[in-house]
């Protein structure tokens, strides 16, 4: 009942951009904090960015800020993350979760979709 689907990955060139999307059961959005992570082969998921449900209060790793940007559409139920000025260092498979507890609890995931920024 609860799904997380997320597309808009691809390869790109230093300095390219791409929009994600998260697209989201209704009730996966209701009431609940979105966020993005990304892992890299070889290392741990890290923290990208996170959105609360009226969009006021948005938090972003010091390494995208400035060059992504997280928002929601909670009438189409989506999520999006918004990656400009792309750098090789992005390449990772990125995933959105639900937020139920900030900063600690994480509990539906996206299969992840592919960014690879070739240089």
């Known amino acids: 009942q609860v799904q997380l689907v997320e597309s808009g990955g691809g390869l790109v060139q230093a300095g390219g951009s791409l929009r994600l999307s998260c697209a989201a059961s209704a009730r996966t959005l209701s009431a609940y904090a979105m966020g993005w992570f990304r892992q890299a082969p070889g290392k741990e998921r890290e923290f990208v960015a996170a959105?609360?449900?009226?969009?006021?209060?948005?938090y972003y790793a010091g390494s995208v800020k400035g060059r992504f940007t997280i928002s929601r559409d909670n009438a189409k139920n989506t999520v999006y993350l918004r990656m400009n000025s792309l750098k090789p260092e992005d390449t990772a498979v990125y995933y959105c979760c639900r937020i139920t507890d900030w900063p600690k609890g994480y509990d539906y995931w996206g299969q992840g979709t592919q960014v690879t920024v070739s240089s």
């Open positions: 959105i609360n449900w009226g969009g006021g209060n948005i």
